[in-house]
């Protein structure tokens, strides 16, 4: 039941827009009167073809991606990423520029490090416990990428503008802020996102890829591991994750047509995160733990005056309908994931919660 649904800070997997669970539960038993539900009908038929290239489509326009950008939606996670973006870009002895902002590049390196890839660490902010976004910074001119993570789920952070890479393409871990606002896609040259986080449920991973970047894939990869597999198939060489791939439509159709696009959607997220923040900022009864000029508007971490006061407002939260505010296991305090489908009123009934509970306890 709608009424009993909460406010789901989780960060992923995560929230996701109420008119979009209700479209799916709406066309659940007979996606659109073929009598079956859509996990069930064929990948090869026309009803999940139309979904399919109507996802790819609504993604196109909402990035103003060109025609020299594929959309595919490949299984394994972001995860698995950290291995095929090396496996088919690194191919000699030119190496990868990597930024280490945290645990997920750090995942990342691990696995260039495991193929056994050349690569360079070339900005980190490991020094201040991923606090902050490295500024000053100098890309090898021989890099054949630089990986950034544009979004750092577990830390708090977020690159506000991306690095000029002249020339250079730009892979970007986009999973926990895809869809969260427009950028210039141009620079790119790689983009993946596991849609858990702000545009889907677990299970697939979008990955954006520009036409130049497949020329340098060596011929010797396993058929799943290689990203022609997907370009020359339309994600459809073997069963894609089809259930994933629609909500991902869903949830592009709902950005386009009921928030207005990626502009409107950033000023909404620019809001809400702005409400929490000022409340975090507020009397010192709450610390923020990222450098300000870094913040995230997805991942809001902060902390309170002992871990027994967090463990408490994490609990009274929770009767409270306010679910999933505990930080990542690996950094503690708390953390309010704020995604694309977190609503201003979820937003105001934590700023309101929040402030009692500093009243009681302060
Ligand atoms: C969650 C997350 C991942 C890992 O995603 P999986 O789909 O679980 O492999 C990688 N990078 C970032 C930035 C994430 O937030």
């Known amino acids: 039941m709608k009424q009993n649904r909460v406010y789901n800070f989780n960060a992923g997997p995560a929230t996701l827009p109420l008119p979009v669970l209700e479209e799916v539960q709406n066309n659940f038993l007979n996606f659109n009167g073929s009598g079956m539900s859509i996990t069930e009908i064929s990948h090869r038929s026309k009803w999940f073809e ?9 993604i196109k326009k909402l990035l103003k991606l060109d025609d020299k950008y594929h959309v595919l939606f490949i299984q394994g996670g972001a995860s698995l990423q ?18 280490n902002t945290g645990t997920w590049a ?20 490991e020094d201040k416990n991923f606090s902050y976004i490295p500024k000053n910074f100098k890309i090898n001119s021989d890099a054949v990428y630089v ?32 869809l969260c606002k427009p950028f210039d896609v141009k620079n790119f040259g790689l983009i ?17 890829i520009r036409e130049d970047m497949l020329e340098k894939i060596p011929d010797n990869l396993p058929t799943m591991l290689n990203y022609k597999t997907y370009t020359s198939s339309n994600s459809l060489y073997n069963t894609p994750p089809c259930f994933g791939i629609y909500i991902i439509q869903l949830v592009a159709k709902w950005i386009e047509e009921t928030i207005g696009g990626l502009v409107k959607m950033e000023e909404l997220n620019r809001k809400k995160a702005e409400m929490l923040y000022k409340c975090i900022d507020g009397t010192g009864f709450y610390k923020g733990t990222a450098e300000k000029d870094s913040r995230s508007i997805m991942n809001v971490t902060f902390r309170l005056n002992s871990e027994q ?52 306890n302060g």
């Open 50 to 58: 139309d979904v399919l290239n109507d996802g790819i489509n609504r």
């Open 147 to 178: 990986h950034i993570t544009s979004n750092n789920t577990i830390e708090g952070t977020q690159w506000d503008s991306f690095p000029d890479t002249y020339n250079i393409p730009l892979v970007a871990d986009m999973s926990s802020d895809i």
């Open 106 to 125: 750090k995942k990342a390196m691990k696995e260039a490090k495991i193929l056994g890839k050349p690569f360079k660490v070339i900005a980190t902010s």
């Open 82 to 99: 950290f291995s095929m973006v090396p496996m088919n870009l690194i191919n000699g002895n030119a190496p990868a520029d990597y930024i």
């Open 309 to 360: 006061l967090e463990k408490k407002f994490i609990e009274e939260a929770k009767k409270n309908g306010l679910e999933g505010l505990k930080g990542h296991r690996s950094v503690g305090g708390c953390r309010a994931s704020i995604y694309n489908a977190m609503t201003l009123d979820g937003i105001c009934s934590l700023v309101d919660f929040m402030k009692n509970f500093e009243k009681n």
């Open 192 to 208: 993946f996102a596991g849609a858990q986080k702000n545009i889907g449920p677990a299970g697939v991973c979008m990955v954006i």
